[in-house]
C-alpha cells in the first residue's frame, strides 16, 4: 500500500469510494436518495478536485496495486486541524489503509502548524465511531450535520 497527496486525477476514484462506502455503511442511517444527494454534494468530482487544490486542505489517497482504495479530506491552519472523513473501499478495510490515512493527514496538519485534531463522524455511524475511538480520539461534543436537505447527529472527537 502506498499513501500519497491526490492529483486532480484522482476525482473519479475518490468520488467511487465515497459512494460505495455510503452504500455499504449507511443502508440504516440514510435512505438511498438521501445518500446519493450526499455523495452529490460532497463528493462530486469538480468539488473533491477543488479541494484537492485548495491550500487549505489536505486530501491523501491510498493506493494498492495502482488502484485508489482509500482517502481522506482534513482541513487546518496554524491554530488546529479537522478531520472531515477518512473511507476505504470496503473490500480493502481491516488492513490498516484507514489509519495509515488518518496518521498521513494528521502528519500534514502538524507540519503546517496545527495543534489539536478533531474528526468529525455521523453519530449513528458505529463502526465510523469506533475507528476514532480504537486510535485515542476522546467524544468530546455533539452537533448536526445537513445531508440532502436533512438534519443528522454528528459526533465530534478530539486528539487526545
Same mark, same amino acid.
Given at each position: 500500500?502506498?499513501i500519497? #497527496?491526490?492529483?486532480?486525477?484522482?476525482?473519479?476514484?475518490?468520488?467511487?469510494?465515497?459512494? #460505495? %462506502?455510503?452504500?455499504?455503511?449507511?443502508?440504516?442511517?440514510?435512505?438511498?436518495?438521501? &445518500?446519493e444527494?450526499?455523495v452529490e #454534494?460532497?463528493?462530486?468530482?469538480?468539488?473533491?478536485?477543488?479541494?484537492i487544490? %485548495?491550500d487549505? &486542505?489536505?486530501?491523501?489517497?491510498?493506493?494498492?496495486?495502482?488502484?485508489?482504495?482509500?482517502?481522506?479530506?482534513?482541513?487546518?491552519?496554524?491554530?488546529?486541524?479537522?478531520?472531515?472523513?477518512?473511507?476505504?473501499?470496503?473490500?480493502h478495510?481491516?488492513?490498516?489503509?484507514?489509519?495509515? @490515512?488518518?496518521?498521513?493527514?494528521?502528519?500534514? @496538519?502538524?507540519?503546517?502548524? &496545527?495543534?489539536?485534531?478533531?474528526?468529525?463522524?455521523?453519530?449513528?455511524? #458505529?463502526?465510523?465511531?469506533? /475507528?476514532?475511538?480504537?486510535?485515542? /480520539?476522546?467524544?468530546?461534543?455533539?452537533n448536526?450535520?445537513?445531508?440532502g436537505?436533512?438534519t443528522?447527529?454528528?459526533?465530534v472527537? @478530539?486528539?487526545?
Amino acid at each position: 500500500m502506498t499513501i500519497r #497527496e491526490a492529483a486532480t486525477d484522482d476525482a473519479e476514484a475518490i468520488t467511487a469510494i465515497a459512494r #460505495e %462506502s455510503w452504500s455499504h455503511d449507511y443502508p440504516d442511517i440514510l435512505s438511498r436518495d438521501t &445518500a446519493e444527494q450526499g455523495v452529490e #454534494e460532497w463528493y462530486a468530482p469538480e468539488t473533491i478536485r477543488t479541494e484537492i487544490d %485548495s491550500d487549505d &486542505a489536505v486530501v491523501p489517497v491510498a493506493e494498492r496495486d495502482g488502484e485508489v482504495v482509500g482517502f481522506a479530506h482534513a482541513v487546518g491552519d496554524g491554530t488546529g486541524g479537522t478531520v472531515l472523513r477518512v473511507y476505504v473501499a470496503p473490500d480493502h478495510r481491516g488492513d490498516g489503509i484507514g489509519s495509515g @490515512l488518518l496518521d498521513h493527514a494528521r502528519q500534514r @496538519l502538524v507540519d503546517r502548524g &496545527a495543534g489539536r485534531l478533531r474528526a468529525m463522524v455521523l453519530a449513528d455511524n #458505529e463502526p465510523g465511531n469506533e /475507528f476514532y475511538r480504537r486510535l485515542g /480520539f476522546e467524544l468530546r461534543e455533539r452537533n448536526e450535520t445537513r445531508i440532502g436537505g436533512e438534519t443528522y447527529r454528528e459526533n465530534v472527537y @478530539l486528539d487526545v
